[in-house]
Every structure is written in structure tokens, then in C-alpha cells.
């Protein structure tokens, strides 16, 4: 599903961000990219996305070769992907309903598609009865639930998250990570940045160590560190 | 595709952005306004033009038959031939007293002064003269044997000796003015419009670019869940139209309340002189919405390259 192979990152101003980094992630598997600040996770979640290119490498991600995939399709592939983020990323001024149907509405669903699948999925991570609130009335862990909403809405093969608990207390942390658990159950990949040593021990999952770049450990039913 | 996604997200977009929409769209009027009274001077002159020379520029006024009737039909033959074997001449036509006073009634339509009072009896039959080029009005003169004569009013009259020749007058100069003048006024007019069209792309493209940021959030999520560059610009794409449309609908509705108040204010009180009437603002309009999508094309592709990169 995924594969990054001798993958090297120098961003323009020098900075070394990933070195010969090569890691396989098999579909429906549960993957922590775990490491410091700084030692690369970001910059792994975004190759991904292809919102960067890779120095050196070749990075693969749903049967698709990245580095060989124009830019003007790059749409088309994150609606393969979905994205969960540390700062949520929601749009104050619409509503939970119309924050995850934005998703569906950017990439021309009908109508009749929206009405039926936003609830749907709104109830599948337990929002069911927020519909019309907005962002601001809801706590953090259910701003994050509405993200995840939206990122799982287009059913997406591979559910990429960026620090998803960053910003929450750690038994808010244990529902969104419970949550995202689930979305992996139904064979969604996930791959999760985190450097949330709770968590990790908690859910024994496939653990890729970064540090300064490189990868120092991975590990099946692993461990923080 | 839905279009109540595109005309619900400009209709945000214009709201949001109200008081730089709103220089957009005056800039726009303007713009288009300057455009539009330039054609509309253009159109003016040509009707000036056009009334006092027909766009000829020689006219050989013949001597009446007997009993004010039409001049014979051989002396016109004569003439005719006489003219067109000239290096000097284009082409002639001739136009029969009937023929005179009926232009001279369109010319005159609503002023009744003059139509009421003239015969078509005093208006004469004439061969209407195209030069192959300005300046040979000496040519017809020598040809046709004509010489300044003192009238007894004090002013000087072309008479010929050429049988059925009245006499002749050279629009030729006057034409060539008038012509001139067009081109400068609506030269000048036309060049201060291209200026503010100018503005107008520029200010146009400056209020989508600030749309553009001002939603770059939106912009960026609406990336991350794959939606594709076209669907991102499309609103505002269409904000510039509608910004740029309602500028030109209101320049064209300006020109109107011009031609009502000014002109026709005018043409009640200068009599005989040809004014531009509603028809020939109807015109324009095509002109100046052709224009106002052009400018919403050109700001449009110059306001929404940014903030896409993906």
C-alpha cells in the first residue's frame, strides 16, 4: 500500500530532513512513526501527500508511483487519502455537517450522496447528534472526531495522521486513538506521527523509530521506545 | 458538477469581500463608461459626418428641368459619363429631386420647421462625387468649367458654364476635418478607457488575490480533502465576472440617463444637427459587455494563479 524506497528529503534552504529512509506499510496495516521533534515524521506524512518531492527515491502510495504522478492529478490521489491533523483543520464558520459535506461538495458528489453519507459517517465516530454545532461549541476531542469524520467520508484507502492527539488530554486521547483504531478494522491504513509515549505502549502496534532522519527501529506490536 | 456549489461560494465570496468588491465594480463602471461614451462619440461624428457630406465628396447640383421637374435625362447621361471619364473620380451617382428631399426630410425628421416649409420644388437634382483622392476638387472644377462668381449678397458662388451645371461644392476638405476630429476625440476618449480598463483588470485581479488569501485556509483544506485546482478557482473566477458585468450593466444604464438628459435636452434645443439616438446606445452595449468579460478574463488569470501551488 505503502513504500518509500532509499527515500532522501533536503529541503531547499540545506535542511536534511529524511536520509535513505526505506519502509514498507502492507494495506491494512496500523503503523506509529514515532521519533523527537524535528526527526523527520512531518516530512514523511507529507511526501506522502506528494505536498513535497523527495531528493532521492521513490515513494509509493496506493498503486501509485509519486514521483511519476503530475502534479495536476495530485487532486485525485488525496481523495484516496485521508488526512487528520493536530490543529483539526475544520472551517469555524460552517457547521459540522457542512465541514465534512465540504469534502464530498469539492470533489462534485450529488446531493443525495452528501445527505446520506455525512450522517452516516457524523454517527459512525459518534457525532450523530452534532450535526448543526459548530467547531467553537465543541470540545477538542470532537473537533478531532469531526476531522476524522471528514477524512473518512470519501471511504479513503489510506487515513494519514499527523500528531492527532497533540492537542488533547490523554483520555481524550485514548477515545480519538479507540476511534481510529476502528477506522483501521474496517481495512483502512493508517499510519500515524506521534510522539505520544502513552499511546503507543497502549496499542502494541507496528512502530517505526525516526531519528534525525533516519530510521533507528521498526518493530511489529511495538513499543515508544 | 453543481452549479449551487459555484454561485453559493462567489455569493460568500462578494460578501466577504464587500468594500474591495465594491472598488472593483466602480472601477469597472468607469472604465467601461469611458469605453462606451468613446464609441458613442465615434458613432456621433460619423452621423455629422455622414449628414453634411453623405460621405461625398463632391456634389454637382444640376439646373432644373421645366417646371422644377427633374433635370433631362440626357443632360444627366451627359454629365455622368463627362465625370466618370475623369482620372480624379471614383464613381458617381445621381440623385433625383425626390430622391434630395426625402433624405432632406430624414435629415430634418422631427423638426418640422423645415420640413413643412421647403418644397421638394427648391431642392436640386445632383450627381454625387467620389474622389479617388482628397485635394482634386480642381480637376471637377476644370473640367466642368466653373468659376467664382461675386453674388450680389457679397459672398462667392461657383458658376459653371458646363450646360445644366447649377453649380458645385467640395466637401472634400471638411470631410477630411471632420474625419480627423473623430479619430482624435475618439482616439483621446477610447485611450483614457484603456487606461481604466486597465485599472479595472488590476483592481479586479487585487480583489480576487485578497479573496484568495483571505480564504487560504479554506483554500488549503479544500486541497488536503482533493479537490482540483479548477473547482478552488472557479468562484472566484466568476466573482470577477459578475464584479466586472455589474460595472458594465451599470455603464451601459449610465449612458443611457447621458442620452436622455444631455442629448435629448440638446437636440430639443440645437434644431438641425444629427444626435445619436437610443438605438446607437443599444449598439455600444454589446461592445462594452464584451469588454467587461475581457477584463474579468485577463484579471481573472492574472488574480487566481497564486495560492494553488500544490
Redesign the interface.
Known amino acids: 500500500m505503502i513504500s518509500l524506497q532509499h527515500v532522501t528529503k533536503v529541503y531547499r534552504n540545506g535542511v536534511t530532513a529524511l536520509t535513505d529512509v526505506s519502509v514498507e506499510i502492507e494495506k491494512g496495516e496500523f503503523v506509529f512513526v514515532v521519533g523527537p521533534s524535528g526527526s523527520g515524521k512531518s516530512t514523511l506524512i507529507r511526501l506522502l501527500l ?2 513535497e518531492e523527495p531528493s532521492k527515491g521513490d515513494v509509493f502510495i496506493a498503486g501509485k508511483h509519486l514521483n511519476k504522478y503530475s ?2 492529478k ?6 484516496n487519502i485521508g ?1 487528520v491533523f493536530q490543529d483539526y ?1 475544520l ?1 469555524t464558520d460552517k457547521t459540522v455537517f457542512e465541514n465534512v459535506a ?2 464530498l ?4 458528489k ?2 443525495i450522496v452528501i445527505d446520506q453519507r455525512v450522517p452516516e459517517v457524523l454517527d459512525y465516530v459518534g457525532l450523530g447528534e452534532k450535526l448543526n454545532s459548530y467547531p467553537d461549541e465543541l470540545s477538542g476531542g470532537e473537533q478531532q472526531r469531526v476531522s476524522i469524520a ?1 477524512a473518512c467520508v ?1 471511504r479513503p484507502l489510506v487515513l494519514l495522521a499527523d500528531e492527532p492527539t497533540g492537542n488533547l488530554d490523554p483520555s481524550t486521547s485514548v477515545d480519538i486513538m479507540r476511534l481510529l483504531d476502528k477506522v483501521n478494522r474496517i481495512g483502512t491504513t493508517v499510519v500515524m506521527a506521534t510522539h505520544d509515549q502513552a499511546i503507543v505502549d497502549a496499542m502494541r502496534k507496528r512502530v517505526v523509530e525516526l531519528e534525525k532522519g533516519q530510521v533507528v527501529r521498526d518493530q511489529a506490536r511495538g513499543v515508544y521506545s | ?2 452549479l449551487d ?1 459555484y454561485f453559493r461560494e462567489t455569493a460568500t465570496g462578494l460578501r466577504r469581500n464587500g468594500i474591495v468588491a465594491f472598488g472593483a465594480v466602480s472601477t469597472s463602471f468607469i472604465a467601461l463608461f469611458l469605453f462606451g461614451l468613446a464609441l458613442l462619440i465615434y458613432r456621433e461624428l460619423n452621423l455629422v459626418i455622414f449628414n453634411v457630406t453623405e460621405n461625398v465628396e463632391v456634389a454637382v447640383y444640376l439646373k432644373d428641368g421645366p417646371d422644377h421637374s427633374d433635370p433631362p435625362q440626357d443632360t444627366v447621361v451627359r454629365l455622368t459619363g463627362k465625370l466618370a471619364s475623369l482620372p480624379a473620380v471614383a464613381s458617381v451617382t445621381y440623385q433625383s429631386k425626390d430622391e434630395a428631399y426625402e433624405r432632406f426630410k430624414e435629415l430634418f425628421a422631427g423638426k418640422p420647421v423645415f420640413t413643412e416649409n421647403v418644397s421638394p420644388d427648391a431642392i436640386p437634382a445632383s450627381l454625387r462625387v467620389h474622389l479617388t483622392d482628397t485635394g482634386l476638387f480642381d480637376q471637377i472644377k476644370a473640367a466642368l468649367d466653373c468659376n467664382d462668381q461675386q453674388q450680389p449678397n457679397g459672398s462667392t458662388k461657383l458658376v459653371c458654364t458646363e450646360p445644366g451645371v447649377d453649380t458645385i461644392a467640395d466637401f472634400s476638405t471638411l470631410l477630411e476635418q471632420l474625419t480627423q476630429i473623430t479619430r482624435l476625440l475618439s482616439l483621446g476618449v477610447l485611450s483614457i478607457a484603456i487606461v481604466m480598463l486597465f485599472s479595472a483588470i488590476v483592481l479586479i485581479a487585487n480583489t480576487l488575490r485578497m479573496g484568495m488569501f483571505a480564504r487560504r ?2 483554500i ?10 479548477w ?2 478557482r472557479i468562484p472566484f473566477l466568476i466573482e470577477g465576472m459578475v464584479e466586472s458585468l455589474v460595472g458594465a450593466g451599470l455603464a451601459v444604464l449610465a449612458l443611457f440617463v447621458l442620452k436622455v438628459t444631455v442629448i435629448d435636452g440638446l437636440s430639443g434645443q440645437i434644431r438641425f444637427f444629427p444626435f445619436v439616438r437610443n438605438s446607437d446606445v443599444l449598439a455600444v452595449a454589446p461592445w462594452m459587455l464584451l469588454a467587461s468579460v475581457f477584463v474579468a478574463i485577463v484579471a481573472g488569470t492574472i488574480g487566481i494563479r497564486r495560492f494553488l501551488d ?1
Not at chain 2, 221 to 228: F, P, S, W
Open positions: 506528494k505536498e502534479t495536476w495530485v487532486p485525485h490521489l488525496r481523495r488526512t483543520k472551517l465540504f469534502a461538495e469539492v470533489i462534485g450529488q446531493k471528514r470519501n | 458538477m453543481r456549489y485556509r479554506e488549503g483544506i479544500m486541497r488536503l480533502v482533493g479537490a482540483t485546482n473547482r478552488i500544490v
